[in-house]
């Protein structure tokens, strides 16, 4: 009977730490909870950043959006290597050619909330900001598109509606 509980107690203790396709280890996942949660704001614009720029494409940042009422903060950018008219273009026009990286706002405390954008883009970030392991081939899975440990509190998510990317921040 001890060892069923035993044995019963040890997978229990592996379902929760390990929930995504990559096993990472505690401080892995703690690592990635403290880039994306709990922020003040000047790490916030820092992090977004980062986000804005882990891909080929160069940006910069143009804007800072925080709206009180939702309790939310969006950072803008917009491809670094456009002349002033397609800026201008860009900006007028709906601009196919930006990033909006959003935050949550807990009181003066910032969360990483999403980033959307074509899978090439994301995948470029998730690769660099979550797990470097992850390849073209093995993000088809669901399971390699989460990083999430229960115990310390992340979960972030890649995923696709119809086309349409974005990382999310699903964390407590």
């Known amino acids: 009977m001890k060892r069923i ?6 997978l229990f203790t592996l379902s929760i730490t390990a929930q995504d396709g ?7 996942y703690q690592a990635i909870n403290n880039k994306v949660n709990k922020l003040d704001s000047i790490n916030a614009r820092n992090y977004a950043d980062i986000i804005a720029n882990s891909s080929l494409i160069s940006y910069e940042h143009y804007k800072t959006k925080t709206r009180p009422k939702s309790n939310s903060a969006s950072y803008y950018y917009i491809q670094s290597e456009l002349t002033t008219e397609e800026r201008q273009e860009q900006l007028s026009n709906g601009c196919s050619k930006c990033v909006t990286v959003n935050f949550s706002l807990y009181g003066d405390s910032y969360s990483f909330q999403e980033v959307y954008g074509s899978f090439e883009y994301l995948f470029d970030i998730w690769k660099s900001q979550f797990l470097d392991s992850s390849t073209a081939d093995n993000i088809e899975s669901f399971k390699y598109r989460t990083v999430q ?4 509190g992340v979960d972030v998510r890649m ?14």
């Open 5 to 10: 509980l035993l044995t019963l107690s040890l």
């Open 22 to 28: 990559y096993n990472l280890t505690d401080e892995a």
């Open 149 to 152: 440990n229960k115990a310390i």
């Open 159 to 172: 995923s696709n509606a119809n086309g349409n990317w974005n990382i999310y921040n699903w964390s407590n």
